[in-house]
């Protein structure tokens, strides 16, 4: 069943070019609205979780009007017009065990859980992940669509580290991080920027800066060297550090923060 475009009942008449400059691909409106990424909306239309004026959607590329049109994703009505302008940024330092999920069916304590119900409401998820026993910067939004782009596999986004191990961190060790190299896994990892920051006792404290997403990727690497990871934690994800933010508390990104960020992935 197809859906055509024009406005429901009662509503005011729009000119042509209204409406051709109001008229939004269903997956990005459901992305603008915060609701999740670009990518989840496709694979909800698939699913047939989608209603646009009471009749489902079966393309991914139909056009609708936020502003006039009913959008209902998994039965649940979507605020109208949702703008970039509305969507919350929010930097959160996760604490270690804190799962970055929405939900746990474990019961374990999840980011979602670090915030007041206001924001909740508001859907915020967060930009990739930080697993279980890692802490620091994670950024949490509404904005779908500036979500599938910092995850994107082909987006090259750096991510900062401060990495404290035990075990013997050699020239050789930092060498062979560095030029790229294969996991006992067989996965082949990109060059990774590793410095020694200090050193005591048996305990190296490494900086390693990340372009790449495999999962849980410094711990693996640490392993193949025999290195123990005793404090894993994210600093700075592109343009954004993490500064003093205490554990387990977050903040909003200031309008230059925003920009900066934005501009960073175009």
Do not use: W
Not at 19 to 37: D, E, V, Y
Not at 115 to 136: M, T, V
Not at 214 to 233: P, T
């Amino acid at each position: 069943m197809t859906i055509n475009n024009t406005p429901p009942r009662g509503s005011a008449p729009q000119s042509k070019e209204e409406t051709a400059s109001s008229l939004l691909r269903i997956n990005k409106a459901i992305a603008q609205a915060g609701i999740c990424s670009r990518r989840r909306a496709d694979e909800f239309i698939a699913k047939g979780k989608v209603r646009v004026n009471n009749l489902p959607v079966s393309s991914p590329g139909m056009k609708v009007d936020p502003l006039h049109d009913v959008i209902e994703v998994d039965g649940k009505k979507i605020a109208p017009g949702g703008t970039e302008q509305q969507h919350l940024y929010l930097l959160l330092n996760k604490p270690v065990r804190t799962v970055t999920t929405l939900s746990d069916p474990q019961g374990r304590k999840t980011v979602l859980d670090l915030f007041p119900e206001a924001i909740k409401k508001r859907r915020i998820f967060p930009i990739g992940r930080l697993d279980y026993c890692s802490e620091g910067l994670l950024l949490m939004t509404t904005d779908g669509n500036l979500t599938q782009k910092m995850t994107h596999p082909s987006f090259n986004h750096p991510k900062e580290y401060e990495v404290h191990v035990s075990g013997t961190v050699t020239a050789d060790t930092v060498k062979t991080m560095s030029s790229g190299m294969v996991l006992a896994e067989g996965d082949h990892l990109r060059s990774v920027n590793v410095n020694i920051i200090s050193r005591m006792g048996k305990t190296t404290t490494l900086r390693m800066i990340l372009r790449q997403g495999v999962n849980r990727q410094i711990r693996r690497m640490c392993r193949d060297f025999g290195l123990k990871v005793l404090k894993l934690k994210r600093i700075r994800q592109g343009t954004i550090t993490l500064g003093t933010l205490a554990p387990g508390t977050f903040r909003e990104l200031t309008s230059q923060e925003i920009t900066d960020l934005k501009k960073s992935i175009h």
